[in-house]
């Protein structure tokens, strides 16, 4: 059973930056996608970058320029570098394990990144 721990969020004010972890509690990572995802108040939970197993990346069209996603497989930890945060990225952010498209495992509790004006 793997668990997913999400951790740096913060308050910060536009036009800063964050960094986020999430950390799996055994070594699982080198084998998968990983993706990060955020869930605006009274919004769907969205996803917001993908790094694949080789390090390739994806964003949504909102982060692009801004947010970078990495991988230590070493450390069982994926990364998201956010810049240039704005309000509208106020969110809890998730990670989870993705196989053939699909999140593999349970949820965790998020990491809230709130952006103030």
């Known amino acids: 059973h793997v668990q997913l721990v999400e951790s740096g969020g913060g308050l910060v004010q536009a036009g800063g930056s964050l960094r986020l972890s999430c950390a799996a509690s055994?070594?699982?990572?080198?084998?998968?996608?990983m993706r990060w995802y955020r869930q605006a108040p009274e919004k769907q939970r969205e996803l917001v970058a993908t790094?694949?197993?080789?390090?390739?990346?994806n964003y949504i069209d909102s982060v692009k320029g801004r947010f970078t996603i990495s991988r230590d497989n070493a450390k069982n930890t994926v990364y998201l570098q956010m810049n240039i945060l704005k309000p509208e990225d106020t969110a809890v952010y998730y990670c989870?394990?993705?196989?053939?498209?699909?999140?593999?495992?349970?949820w965790g509790k998020g990491t809230l990144v709130t952006v103030s004006s």
């Open positions: 790094i694949t197993r080789g390090g390739t990346t």
């Open positions: 055994r070594s699982i990572f080198s084998s998968y996608s």
């Open positions: 989870n394990i993705v196989s053939a498209g699909h999140e593999i495992v349970s």
